[in-house]
């Protein structure tokens, strides 16, 4: 009896453990994600970097600036059309 909830006891804790590695669902869940493994990394790279600092070049390395998006407006096309 002992070793059937023993087996029980390790499954649920199995399938709790699988459940809570799955990635992420929602895209802000996995830029929240991406963005704090990078400051990890960078932090414990350099123990002297602020978090304010890594943060900042975290978020623009993972999220361009809106200026290096591409329009797709009708006014923005190169081509002339006759």
């Known amino acids: 009896m002992k070793r059937f909830m023993m087996a029980i006891g ?5 399938m709790g ?15 929240r ?3 704090s493994d990078c400051m990890t990394r960078r932090m414990g790279a350099d123990k002297n970097l602020s978090y304010k600092d890594a ?5 623009s390395r993972i ?3 809106k200026e290096a998006l591409a ?12």
């Open 33 to 35: 994600r991406q963005i």
């Open 63 to 65: 999220q361009p600036p």
């Open 71 to 82: 329009s797709n407006g009708p006014g923005d096309s190169r081509t002339k059309t006759h």
């Open 17 to 31: 453990a699988n459940a809570a590695a799955a990635p992420p669902t929602s895209q802000s869940a996995l830029a």
């Open 55 to 59: 943060m900042r070049t975290c978020k």
């Open 10 to 14: 390790l499954g649920a804790m199995l």
